[in-house]
């Protein structure tokens, strides 16, 4: 899919798309980060796994059933010494359709572009993703999901992710939650 297509998309969801609900102050373990998350949404830390992944970081995810779905929202702090990316350009080139990749038919990847985030400049990943749910059933859905991923650098040597992952058909509903999630994020490293 070309930057055209996702830029329709994004233009059609942004316009349809009714407001972002209520937001609640969430701080990150070890204080690396604040920003405001939907209140209704639930919440998964897992502190001490991410602890010693060297990621920290929160996922909030939105109402959905687990037959078609739910939209997420991550913000993700990958720490310097991170063993699987060890940099934010390694993070971009796993993230955007590496070389060898082969995408399950009816998934597109939009070439890497630039944006700015919580006054840095970002890289943004855009890709619509196939799942196919509940991921052990005799016979799984295929459902379509929307992703997009701003990644920049920290002040220390690591870099942050803010993830957007949505099934398709409901994209432009919950587009509007992420702007606000990302236009509230504060960075302390």
């Known amino acids: 899919m070309t930057a055209l297509c996702f830029s329709a998309l994004l233009l059609f969801c942004s316009a349809a798309a009714a407001e972002a609900p209520p937001l609640a102050a969430y701080v990150s373990d070890g204080d690396l980060f604040r920003v405001s998350l939907p209140a209704a949404w639930n919440r ?12 920290y970081g929160v996922d909030a995810m939105g109402p959905g059933a687990a037959q078609n779905g ?3 929202i991550s ?10 990316f060890r940099t934010m350009e390694k993070y971009v080139a796993a993230n955007s359709r590496p070389a060898g990749f082969s995408p399950l038919k009816g998934e597109k990847f939009s070439p890497v572009s630039s944006a700015r985030v919580a006054g840095r400049q970002a890289a943004l990943l855009e890709a619509v993703r196939v799942e196919y ?4 059933a005799a016979r799984p859905r295929k459902i379509s999901f929307y992703q997009r991923q ?6 220390t040597g690591g870099f942050f992710v803010l993830e957007y992952y949505a099934p398709l ?9 992420f ?3 990302a236009a509230s994020l504060k960075i302390n490293i």
């Open 75 to 84: 913000v993700m702090y990958y720490s310097k010494g991170h063993k699987q």
């Open 70 to 72: 739910y939209p997420r």
């Open 150 to 155: 701003l990644v920049f650098s920290g002040k």
């Open 133 to 136: 749910l509940p991921p052990h």
């Open 179 to 181: 702007e606000a999630v």
């Open 169 to 177: 058909d409901a994209a432009k509903e919950f587009l509007p939650v």
């Open 44 to 55: 998964n830390e897992a502190i001490t796994a991410r602890r010693q992944l060297l990621q």
